[in-house]
């Protein structure tokens, strides 16, 4: 039976040109970027190189972008580094309920340590209020964290509004944008946006785990959370991952392509996806609005099942989902963005999320759709009665 | 001989084919995220564990004390920086050494401008801390002790298991930066009483941006990346699964025949030591003759730039270094050399050549061929060393 992966918000396959740019770095290329000699200074070319692909994905110079060890080393630093360079200024942040636990955990320990922050609702789309986040902004407001597209519901957020009502504004708040889930999928340019800080993860983009970036303005600035040997212009300490780097570069090259040539092609998955479940399953909820939401990703609940037993029994059928985000989904407790909401525990628990990506075909979907259905009516019963 | 000599092995390792090999599968076939729950992420997590045994086994450690971090300096800030937080209800003082590497001596810097007190123990001329005076620096205050286990610069092994009675007797948290010693100093964290000690892979032909931290079993220390639970829940980021395959395949490999490597690596070492000693006047070993990583040699060259020499010996295709890979950037001379007692104008001229498993004898008597050739033609344009010859000299 044929595989079939429909799991990308978590993670994505390593694209075959990448692991190839990576081996060939891990066998020839493997000075370190700070050593004076020609392997260190081949080693320091890839990094710029890499930085080159994804500045021109981003539309932002090479000497913006900075490597770290994930996305959530990059919302980690965004968060925490602004706060504590601000810290004189004021120390009142912005965020919303729906982030991600690697921005809402920094968050928490900025709490603990005096910071006041203020957590936006979102609508049952899973959507800001521009009007509410006015609303909020005081002179002592320093940070203003919110993503693009939720890794759950795909729910999209008005950044570009966002940054030219936060830039038009008094005090200027830093804006940092979480773009890990929407980058190379739909477009965002932080230098015309009026983000100062944006993060990316490779792992979302077909290049390995454990890289990741952070975008930052020229001008902005943000105190390291890793000290040491001042690598990376003393913004990020630690011998870069070379491989890491070349791959995400890699992979933002071919991003970047599949964005301006195919960036349709999601949405007839999209819509194929949702017609066929909506015909089989009329009482299937779409969590989210299918009009506000990316078009990679769809979080559909079916009312009287679990989640997860549903995501069982489609491994048995060799079909890779997920209930929410990998990183929770070792916690026990419900999703914390659906909650958010305002989704009654009925949706809540039956929900499922379906991610594609660029690999994903037609032919992908066909295939899986009979494949649900099967399922549901397997588990439907054992459960409903 | 290869057309290139490769002699920095302290600032980077090649990946060797076995671990490059058992990483392949995780990217492309085996690409599941670790934490999802689906078979595709129970197998990842599986690879995952096998890892963190063979982290654990290297160290003589238990499984679940490792934690993987995104690199050596990672680990080292966690250590110092979380360890301090977690216990500052304790006490508010740190000892460390003055030849510590930056992501220790610059997180120390960090606590010191945030309320902790940090005592800078000095190092003898070889770069070798006593253990008596870290008892002598213990106060009712002090919450922990960073000494490594070896250093990058000058290749000292510190008397680590001496410090670790006198912590573990004192009952003061012990972190060690083995990053340098994997491979080549035996670790027992039972046996030398260590609390906290970190690593990286890429030092022992493992890959880039992955290390590792243990953290004994009690010993609190504040959480450094926040997010999801990853690690159990004390290092959040998804998990760097093809490199962390990576460590473990490089670590197992590294602890298998430690003696073995050494005695090869000693053996071109002493070659490469002897023989620039008895062909260039004016040359000082920086550190220990024997108390030293197989593989480091550190040499000053008076009346020379360390960053001409080294730009000459890479033209000859000879790749070292001058003091650490990342302050080789900068132009201050290296602390490490000031702190066993150079003078500013002598520590400016130090060559490090560190070996690793591929070379030679053959390419160790081509330096010993070229080497003496460059310092002398440097020295004939150096002003200081024609204004100097005859005269007093520093050795
Ligand atoms: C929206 C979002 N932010 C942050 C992260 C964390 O990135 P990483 O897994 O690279 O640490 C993820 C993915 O896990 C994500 O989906
Ligand atoms: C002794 C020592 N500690 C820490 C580090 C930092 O490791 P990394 O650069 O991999 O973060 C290094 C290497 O650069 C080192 O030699």
Known sequence: MKEIYLDNAATTPVLPQVVEAIIDCLKNDYGNPSSMHRLGIQAEKRVREAKGRLSSLLRCTEDEIIFTSGGTEANNMAVLGTAYDKKRRGRHCITTEIEHPSVLQAFAHLEEQGYEVSYLPVDQNGVISLDHLKSLIRPDTILVSIMHVNNETGSIQPIRQIGAMLKAGPGKPVFHVDAIQSLGKLPVYPAQWGIDLLSASGHKIHAPKGIGALYIRRGVRIQPILFGGNQQGGIRSGTENIPGIVGMGEGAKWMAERLAEEGGCLAQLKSRLLQGILQAFPDAVINGSADACASHIINVGFPGLRGEILLHALEEEGVYVSTGSACSSRDKRFSHVLKAMGLNDRILEGSIRLSTSYLTTMQDIEEFLPRLTRTVQRIERFTRR | ?395
């Open chain 2, 1 to 395: 001989m290869g057309d290139r000599i490769y002699l920095d092995h302290a600032a980077t390792t090649y990946t060797k084919p076995e671990v490059l090999e058992e990483m392949l599968p995780y990217f492309t076939k085996q690409y599941g995220n670790p934490s999802s729950v689906h078979s595709f992420g129970r197998e990842s997590r599986k690879a995952m564990d096998l890892a963190r045994e063979r982290t654990a086994k290297a160290l003589n450690a238990n499984p679940n004390d490792i934690f993987f971090t995104g690199s050596g300096t990672e680990a080292d800030n966690w250590a110092v920086k979380g360890a301090a937080l977690a216990n500052r209800k304790k006490g508010n003082h740190i000892i460390t050494t003055t030849i510590e590497h930056h992501a220790v001596l610059h997180t120390c810097n960090y606590l010191e401008q945030n309320g902790f007190d940090v005592t800078y123990l000095p190092v003898d001329e070889y770069g070798i801390v006593d253990a008596e005076q870290v008892r002598n620096a213990i106060t009712d205050q002090t919450i922990l002790v960073s000494v490594m286990t070896a250093n990058n610069e000058i290749g000292t092994i510190q008397p680590i298991k001496e410090i670790g009675a006198i912590t573990r007797e004192k009952g003061v948290l012990f972190h060690t930066d083995a990053v340098q010693a994997i491979g080549s100093v035996p670790i027992d964290v039972d046996d030398m009483n260590i609390d906290l000690l970190s690593l990286a892979a890429h030092k022992f032909y493992g890959p880039k941006g992955i290390g590792a931290l243990y953290i004994r079993k009690g010993v609190k220390a504040q959480q450094m990346l926040h997010g999801g639970a990853q690690e159990r829940n004390r290092r959040a980021g998804t998990e760097n699964l093809p490199a962390i395959v990576g460590l473990g395949k490089a670590i197992e490999m590294a602890a298998l025949d430690i003696p073995g490597h050494n005695a090869r690596l000693e053996a071109l070492r002493n070659r490469l030591i002897t023989g620039i000693l008895s062909t260039v006047e004016h040359a000082r070993l920086n550190g220990h003759p024997e108390k030293r990583l197989s593989g480091n040699v550190n040499f000053c060259f008076e009346f020379i730039e360390g960053e001409a020499l080294l730009l000459s010996l890479d033209i000859k295709g000879i790749a070292g270094s001058s003091g650490s890979a990342c302050t080789s950037g900068t132009l201050d001379p290296s602390h490490v050399l000031l702190a066993i007692g150079l003078p500013h104008e002598i520590a400016h001229g130090s060559l490090r050549l560190t070996l690793g498993e591929q070379n030679t004898q053959e390419e160790i008597d081509y330096v010993l061929e070229v080497l003496p050739q460059l310092v002398q033609r440097l020295r004939e344009m150096s002003p200081l060393f024609n204004q100097q010859k005859g005269g007093q000299i520093f050795v």
